[in-house]
């Protein structure tokens, strides 16, 4: 168990460079996660958006 640790401390140390890598991680991570949030929140306005249009003219998407 011991020689397991000392690999999984060893891994997470990155060999030193730990501290940039990990916050790069972290970084993606955010920058990821917001352009989630912001992408969902925009379908959301058009979604509510084109509703209004549809309720507004009930013929509206009507081809025929």
Known sequence: MNEEATL??????MGGYAEFVWSAYGVALLVLGGMALTSW????????ALQRLAEADPNLGDDA
Do not use: E, N
Not at 8 to 13: C, D, E, I, K, N
Not at 41 to 48: S, T
């Open 41 to 48: 929140r925009r379908l959301k306005a058009a979604q509510r």
């Open 8 to 13: 999984l401390s060893g891994y997470f140390a």
